[in-house]
């Protein structure tokens, strides 16, 4: 598939636990963005990668939130010690220009983070 | 402070009819501004964009309608189909926010047979 793919699916946790979300983006795409969508909340930005330059931090929530990404391509966003209202949907999109230049962001799935 | 407002969180509309969806924002610096449409345990998916120095924009069924002056943008969808059911968003950008994307909390369309 030519599309962006998140993995995992689902992610149940435990309170405390550090999680792993992955982001595969468009080939060729260079810019990529994490947002999250809670529940009856509209999606908010998180972090913004594009090309070499470095990574558009100032969304992201608390320290307990960093992301990578390596080679230009896959990102991985992790959240250290989870508590129950980082529960939320995480979207990952791609995009082959800046977002406000008239190019569009093709999303991923989405991995549904529920803490315990 | 949310910039971008949706403040239907729901819509019902008969097949066949005209859907209209509205969307308010307060930042007179945002340029740019799309809506995404997303369906059930999917990511949203892009539909259609309206620059700042257009006041409507239309592609088939579709028409988004830009008022600057009172900050308002709106989706026209006619006429409506079932396949249109699904949470449309609003979101606008701006060259002093590095085009980040400001979402708003989406609408519910739900088309009735």
């Known amino acids: 598939g030519a599309g962006v793919s998140q993995s995992p699916s689902n992610k149940v946790t435990e309170k405390g636990k550090d999680v792993e979300l992955r982001c595969d983006p468009i080939s060729g795409h260079t810019a990529l963005y994490w947002y999250r969508q809670s529940l009856g909340q509209g999606l908010e930005f998180l972090i913004y990668f594009q090309g070499n330059s470095a990574p558009d931090k100032s969304g992201l929530p608390s320290d307990r939130f960093s992301a990578e990404r390596t080679g230009g391509s896959v990102s991985t966003l992790t959240i250290q010690r989870t508590q129950q209202e980082d529960s939320a949907v995480y979207l990952c999109a791609s995009s082959s220009m800046l977002a406000g230049t008239g190019e569009t962001q093709y999303f991923g799935p989405g991995t549904r983070l529920l803490v315990l | 402070d949310q910039q971008v407002k949706q403040n239907s969180p729901s819509l019902s509309v008969q097949e066949g009819r005209i859907s209209i969806l509205n969307c308010d924002y307060t930042n007179s610096m945002f340029d740019y501004f799309l809506w995404y449409k997303k369906y059930p345990a999917e990511g949203p998916t892009f539909l259609i964009s309206?620059?700042?120095i257009k006041d409507k924009n239309e592609d088939g069924r579709f028409t988004v309608f830009l008022n600057k002056s009172a900050k308002h943008l709106s989706l026209h969808i006619v006429p409506s189909q079932p396949g249109d059911s699904a949470v449309y968003f609003c979101a606008a950008s701006a060259v002093d926010s590095n085009y980040q994307l400001i979402w708003g909390a989406g609408t519910k369309l739900i088309i009735k047979p």
């Open positions: 309206i620059s700042s």
